[in-house]
T-cell receptor
Framework: AQSVTQLGSHVSVSEGALVLLRCNYSSSVPPYLFWYVQYPNQGLQLLLKYTSAATLVKGINGFEAEFKKSETSFHLTKPSAHMSDAAEYFCAVSERGSTLGRLYFGRGTQLTVWP | ETGVTQSPTHLIKTRGQQVTLRCSSQSGHNTVSWYQQALGQGPQFIFQYYREEENGRGNFPPRFSGLQFPNYSSELNVNALELDDSALYLC?????????????FGPGTRLTVL
């Protein structure tokens, strides 16, 4: 079974500071990896995904994530935080080779951005 | 291109009642997955429907059931509601392929069970 750990349920940064949200996965085979963002009272929006090839993945809104197989990690970063980045972020995995495409989510990290 | 829509937005029920939640898939998608997101938690997979049949199921009891219609819209039915069923229910549609099945989420239905 797949599992996802997001370190830090809450992260606070100042506007303009680096954003780093951590995600580690547990799987014998590197899965597909995703980051989703959820704004209050809304559904999930895909930020970026890792499927194969390039280990550094660029997404929307200036976010990027790096897949590190040796560390089983897929941390999300953004060089300069903006007030509009305040939201909940979820890391998710799905099993490579499975046609089901079931997503396993972490518990989420609430990002607060201070002016 | 129409995105994933869900209805109703909010719903209040009492314990023991039954509820039906609805989802319309994104245009061109043939698969619908349902997730339950309890307060402060990540979404948990309930089940998936493909070609009008249940294609996979998470760790949820049989009182959670679903349907998929020929137009790929879907319903989630929950019988004998319990207080712990209070959650945001998310529908996600995708196009089933042999590669990564990227899922597109609707805005969710917030269910409160009193």
């Amino acid at each position: 079974a797949q599992s996802v750990t997001q370190l830090g349920s809450h992260v606070s940064v100042s506007e303009g500071a680096l954003v780093l949200l951590r995600c580690n996965y547990s799987s014998s085979v590197p899965p597909y990896l995703f980051w989703y963002v959820q704004y209050p009272n809304q559904g999930l929006q895909l930020l970026l995904k890792y499927t194969s090839a390039a280990t550094l993945v660029k997404g929307i809104n200036g976010f990027e994530a790096e897949f590190k197989k040796s560390e089983t990690s897929f941390h999300l970063t953004k060089p300069s935080a903006h007030m509009s980045d305040a939201a909940e972020y979820f890391c998710a995995v799905s099993e490579r080779g499975s046609t089901l495409g079931r997503l396993y989510f972490g518990r989420g990290t609430q990002l607060t951005v201070w002016p | 291109e129409t995105g994933v829509t869900q209805s109703p937005t909010h719903l209040i029920k009492t314990r023991g009642q039954q509820v039906t939640l609805r989802c319309s898939s994104q245009s061109g998608h043939n698969t619908v997955s349902w997730y339950q997101q309890a307060l402060g938690q990540g979404p948990q997979f309930i089940f998936q429907y493909y070609r009008e049949e249940e294609n996979g199921r998470g760790n949820f009891p049989p009182r959670f059931s679903g349907l998929q219609f020929p137009n790929y819209s879907s319903e989630l039915n929950v019988n004998a509601l319990e207080l712990d069923d209070s959650a945001l229910y998310l529908c996600a549609s995708s196009f089933k392929t042999t590669g990564v099945n990227e899922q597109f989420f609707g805005p969710g239905t917030r269910l409160t069970v009193l």
